[in-house]
């Protein structure tokens, strides 16, 4: 049995303070009141979902797509406080994507915060690719998904794809299966956006890249995600990717239907992705704008410091609406009875102190 006692945290966006969690097996057995006053200035946040992370620790997942690029991965974001992410795939080859999934199918007995993968592409719209490679770029076919997804073996949790090009069969059976689906990487009209999220398209990626704009006469896909009642998107708050007073509009209209990702990368100089870091972001050798250098926690530092957002709520949407989307609220993203002690130490200024998983101390 763990014992935190004189604690504060953050729950449904009201601050607790003087409290003592306990945990045993690896979950939170009860929350109740501390005899003293908090300790130290210093409080406790869940640990932080990423739901779409290429690379961390020195490895590019695609470009060595192996068990040990995976475990690598891991021990890093754990040290940063991502207790739970999908590893990320942009549009490769059919050869690369079967190695990546080969690899994940192989580490998952032996998994800790990586919950699977996330597909992005190579089913995209040519005219909206950002960084991703074009020659990759193809329409899905019915019986490929059924192949691809026989072969994952549930290890494929979300998918990012162009909807307005897709047979609406390819998407019902992704949903069918329990895969997410991502709009991304489109030029969907609103009209053709509105009705991928009515047939049952959860989620949105990277909101405002890759994708139609907002036009006065056109209003595009954000305008479509805005306005309809449940669609979710993920947004990169580095301020490269969108400009802060964006996320700042943006969360005033999602409310807790917006949530964070990094999209982040790490150097790579082999294979059709290569990275090169420049200044707080990364490019590929043409100097096209392609992942980020942000962590989780620096996220949600900017979310509060940019674009004034209330840190309960910044911290919510790094943990329980990523959680929720997954469908995996009952396991994680809280700090609530029966949910995993995946939880981050941080002081008053957001800097990490400790980390914990599955009631584990992570060393940082």
């Known amino acids: 049995m763990l014992n935190l006692s004189n604690i504060k945290f953050y729950q449904n966006n009201t601050l607790y303070e003087s409290k003592s969690i306990n945990i045993q097996d690896g ?3 009860s929350i109740g009141n501390a005899d003293g006053k908090n300790s130290a200035d210093t409080f406790i946040v869940p640990g932080f979902i990423d739901l779409q992370i290429y690379g961390a620790g020195g ?4 470009a060595n797509p192996t068990v040990e690029s995976l475990t690598i991965m891991e021990d890093d974001l754990l040290k940063k406080g991502t207790t739970g992410f999908l590893a990320c795939m942009a549009t490769n080859t059919p050869d690369v994507f079967n190695e990546c999934i080969k690899a994940a199918k192989e580490h998952r007995t032996i998994a800790k915060n990586c919950l699977g993968l996330h597909l992005e592409g190579p089913f995209l719209n040519p005219k909206r690719l950002g960084a991703h490679v074009p020659e990759f770029v193809r329409k899905a076919s019915l019986e490929e998904i059924k192949e691809l997804l026989d072969f994952a ?3 494929i949790k979300m998918m990012t794809i162009a909807p307005e090009l897709q047979d609406d069969r390819v998407i019902a059976y992704l949903l069918d299966n329990g895969v997410v ?4 990487h489109s030029n969907a009209t609103h009209q053709e956006a509105t009705n991928a999220y009515n047939k049952g398209i959860q989620t949105t990626t990277h909101l405002f890249n890759a994708m139609s704009p907002v036009h006065h006469r056109e209003p595009g896909i954000p305008t479509a995600i805005f306005n309809h009642h449940k669609a979710m998107a993920s947004i990169i708050a580095d301020g490269r990717h ?7 509009f943006a969360k005033k209209l999602l409310e807790d239907r917006l949530f964070l990702i990094t999209d982040a990368v790490t150097e790579c100089s082999n294979g059709p992705y290569q990275h090169v870091k420049s200044g707080d972001k990364f490019v590929m050798p043409d100097g096209t704008l392609s992942g980020s250098s942000l962590t989780m926690l620096q996220a949600v530092k900017n979310c509060v410091i940019h674009c004034g957002i209330e840190l309960a709520e910044a911290i919510k949407m ?3 609406y ?3 989307l997954m469908g995996i ?3 994680m993203g809280q700090i609530a009875l029966g949910k995993q002690a995946n939880l981050l130490v941080v002081d008053e200024e957001l800097a990490l102190q400790k980390v914990f998983f599955k009631g584990q101390t992570v060393s940082i």
């Open 27 to 29: 979950k939170i057995v």
């Open 59 to 62: 490895r590019l997942f695609s």
């Open 153 to 155: 073996d549930g290890v």
């Open 181 to 184: 689906v991502s709009l991304g």
């Open 242 to 248: 969108v400009d802060f007073e964006v996320v700042k």
């Open 318 to 320: 790094a943990t329980s």
């Open 322 to 324: 990523p959680a929720k």
């Open 329 to 331: 609220d009952n396991l």
